[in-house]
């Protein structure tokens, strides 16, 4: 190792951003000899109230070679097929964004440009009967996707809901494992050099000190090292992105566990539901501007599934992201690098991109200014871009039935989401980006279900006579309710693959 290697690396804060930090780092940078070191303090609560995920914490985990059934067991993990959106276009309407395609191509053409001209036929059936994922969620079955890629069931991915505190603590064994040495403690000092700014060591109320050549802050929303010592500045989106409060509810379960997440639009925000093996998640994000904590919190406890299991957790927090990701030698992951509301489950996402760009980046200790331009442009587009998806579902709706929503229809919109809308309602056209979470399909899928009807299509669509396109329409689909018909139910998959906690295990955990 050159004389200028990172040797060093210590992690401000656990939780779900901190400790899948130090899984990442511990198991990709193992031949390297970095040490690594976790201060976190047990007096400082987390968010975390339970989450939702995309399908790319799967091959996370596959990375750090993590047994599947293992981590949903600790956990309590089931499986989500993507999530039902109700009353977001129109009161009474409802779809599910699956985590998959709509149909297969036909002729090269993607299905859903087809679906465009049966619709304008007016032979075409709901957009979701054509997908896998939205019929087997709504039938409530799962499995693995299938590795022939020519069978309907190879058209999906899926991702998990699970207890987040639980996943901190399944991933702090890991790292530990890897060698992590964990700290107990609160930082009241920071150090910095004199004349780079770079952070040197945090003093600890013990006294204690801890050096390192880079930092990576994950002590949430207060940005302890990002913006309290560095002062880098924050980009406030909450002219676009307004609900600033939300108050999480677990309650008991259902009788049948639901594949997948579900977001109710309301008056003033909207309503989470995410069911896990042992309890259901829930809560009401909304603008306080519109209506107060306790009108929201009635409005969540009289929509509960079962009997709440804890007190409300009240949260405050202001969309938008910091100016600078990375600043100096230290990184900010998770809600200290910023906050998007979790109407897409992103906010892992966004960690996991954070550690995996770190990752391809790592620095030496200076830290070279074209590594940390880069980290940050990559990063400024992923927040950009779920913007601009979760500003979508707000704006690409029919409802002015209150204050909120009257206000996102007088919205003018960010340019590179309007220019996506036009693109679409000129023939259906969903530009594909480099980097950014969200594939053309779950666009179509925000902007079908939400009425947003295009005026044209591809050409190429065009090709084949009515007849025969809505023949092979209605191959696909027969051949997709074939296909759920022999899928197991969500708890039996859960059981086949041993993922499946015990009931007394569920009377623990709730």
């Not at 100096?328 to 200290?336: A, D, E, M, P, Y």
Request: hydrophobic share 35%; net charge negative.
């Amino acid at each position: 190792m050159g004389h200028s290697d990172v040797k060093q690396v210590c992690i401000l804060g656990g939780g779900t951003a901190g400790w899948m930090t130090a899984a990442g780092l511990s198991h990709k940078l193992a031949s390297l000899g970095v040490s690594i070191t976790v201060i976190e303090s047990d007096q400082i609560g987390t968010v975390g109230v339970g989450e939702a995920t995309l399908p790319h914490i799967r091959y996370f985990n596959q990375s750090l070679g993590i047994d599947e059934a293992a981590f949903m067991k600790a956990t309590n993990a089931t499986i989500k097929l993507g999530i039902e959106f109700c009353d977001w276009g129109r009161v009474g309407d409802r779809y599910i964004h699956p985590f998959g395609d709509f149909g297969k191509p036909i002729n090269g053409v993607e299905f859903y440009q087809h679906w465009i001209r049966l619709n304008q036929l007016g032979k075409a059936e709901r957009l979701g009967d054509y997908s896998y994922p939205v019929v087997a969620a709504e039938a409530g079955r799962c499995r693995h996707p299938s590795s022939d890629i020519s069978k309907i069931e190879s058209t999906f991915g899926y991702a998990y809901q699970f207890d987040s505190s639980l996943y901190a603590k399944f991933l702090r064994s890991y790292s530990e494992s890897k060698g992590v040495q964990r700290i107990e403690g609160k930082v009241t000092d920071v150090r910095c050099h004199p004349e780079t700014g770079f952070v040197e060591a945090l003093i600890l109320e013990s006294g204690a000190t801890v050096s390192a050549d880079l930092f990576i802050d994950c002590s949430g929303f207060r940005g302890v090292l990002i913006e309290q010592t560095l002062k880098t500045g924050f980009e406030d989106w909450s002219h676009w992105l307004p609900c600033d409060r939300a108050i999480a509810v677990p309650c008991t379960s259902a009788d049948t566990i639901t594949p997948y997440t579900r977001a109710t639009a309301r008056p003033a925000g909207w309503q989470w539901r995410i069911p896990l093996q042992h309890r259901t998640g829930n809560g009401h994000v909304y603008w306080s501007e519109f209506i107060s904590n306790e009108e929201a919190l009635n409005q969540l406890l009289s929509s509960l599934d079962g009997e709440p299991l804890a007190d409300p957790n009240q949260l405050y927090f202001k969309t938008g992201k910091r100016k600078k990701l990375w600043n100096r030698n230290v990184i900010s992951i998770g809600l200290s690098g910023g906050f998007l509301e979790p109407l897409e489950s992103t906010s892992i996402y966004l960690i996991q991109e954070g550690i995996t760009g770190l990752l391809e980046l790592f620095p030496d200790v200076s830290c070279a200014k074209t590594d940390v331009d880069e980290y940050n442009r990559r990063m400024d587009l992923q927040f950009e871009r779920i913007r601009d998806f979760l500003l979508l579902h707000y704006t690409a709706t029919q409802r002015d039935d209150s204050e909120m929503w009257r206000y996102f229809k007088a919205m003018t919109l960010p340019d590179t989401l309007q220019e996506k809308i036009e693109g679409w309602k000129e023939r259906g056209l969903v530009q594909r980006y480099e980097f950014g979470v969200f594939l053309p399909p779950s666009w179509v899928a925000v902007m079908v279900g939400q009425n947003l009807t295009p005026h044209g299509f591809d050409p190429r669509a065009g090709t084949l006579s009515d007849n025969e396109l809505m023949r092979a329409a209605t191959t696909q689909r027969d051949e997709i309710e074939h296909a759920v018909a022999n899928t197991s139910h969500h708890i039996e998959f859960l059981q086949s693959i041993h993922a499946a906690i015990e009931e007394d295990q569920k009377a623990t955990a709730t």
